[in-house]
């Protein structure tokens, strides 16, 4: 049995799907299990539990009789003093015996110097901004030699899935304010996230054990860009309406991002070019391109249309 934490976000949604349509039995958790839905074909498949981070007796159950296992977690940075959530779902993996795990981190969020298919190197967490600490942390739950599990961790780079932020808006007009609209970003479709997850946690043997990939899609593009794609495959016409950096730093403030946070967020977009290379590595796994921003809006142009379809 593989559990897929995170089973209704964008990566777990497609994991799950990819692993029941490749026959393997998969255990969906969410903290909403009446809610969740999944792909025509493949819900018959699936057996949907109930876990939250917080409950860990929740956890127990989700876990029992998993021997691979998916983690996530949305718990925002600093919204503690660690990733509690990651490591409730670490110990809940060792608690039940787990020997092959699969971690969702984050690009420039963990290990220092690890090539894009290559192995984890040494802690980038020490010194570095709160954000690659907190995932640091995170990815050292996970990664101990205590744990005695074949782990592999992702680290991929801005997903494309972003774009439905702009969703509401484009729904409404054809001005969509985005903020850091010139920034640019070799964003990933979270499909290709969960095809590697889907690699490694099938794989047989120690393949992808130990090793940490950085991932990206086939190409660096701005919002702007994307926009224009977007624009593109709904027939429609669309421009951004730019949102000034300031703006976008008291939107965070309000919103109840810690100082720090904003900081670091502020600092990694206006001053850090980390995100923006094309990285070899979907294409060396999965042995075909990373899926392109055009075909990941053909898939969900149905998200911007006036029903939200």
Known sequence: MILVTGATGHVGGELVRQLAEAGQP???????????????????????????????ASLDQ????????????????????????????????ARAGVER????????????GAAGAGRAGG????????????HATAERAVTSPAKGWAW???RPGRFMSNALQWAPAIRGADEVPIPFADRPA???????????????????GDEHAG??????????????????ILADVLSRPLRVREVPAEATRTAMTRYGFPPEVVEAIMNRTLHDDRGTEV???????????????????RAHAGAFSPSGA
């Open 186 to 204: 070799a964003s990933i479709d979270p499909a290709d996230i969960a095809a590697v997850a889907c690699a490694a946690l099938t794989a047989r």
């Open 101 to 112: 795990l699969v971690k969702l981190s984050v690009l420039n969020g963990g290990a220092a």
């Open 279 to 297: 990285l070899p590595t979907v294409q060396k796994l999965l042995d075909r391109p990373a899926r392109t921003f055009a075909q990941w809006a």
């Open 123 to 134: 802690d980038a967490g020490d010194g570095a901004d709160v954000i690659a600490r907190w």
């Open 211 to 228: 090793a940490a990939y950085e991932l990206s899609g086939p190409r660096s593009l701005t919002p702007t860009e994307e926009l224009t």
């Open 26 to 56: 998969v255990r969906a958790m969410t903290r909403r299990p009446a809610q969740a839905r999944f792909s025509t074909g493949v819900e018959g498949r699936v057996e949907t539990v109930y876990g939250d981070a917080n409950d860990p």
């Open 152 to 154: 592999t961790l992702l």
């Open 62 to 93: 989700a876990f029992a009789g998993v021997r691979g296992a998916f983690l996530m977690s949305s718990q925002a940075v600093g919204s503690a003093p660690g990733p509690t959530h990651d490591t409730a779902l670490a110990e809940a993996a």
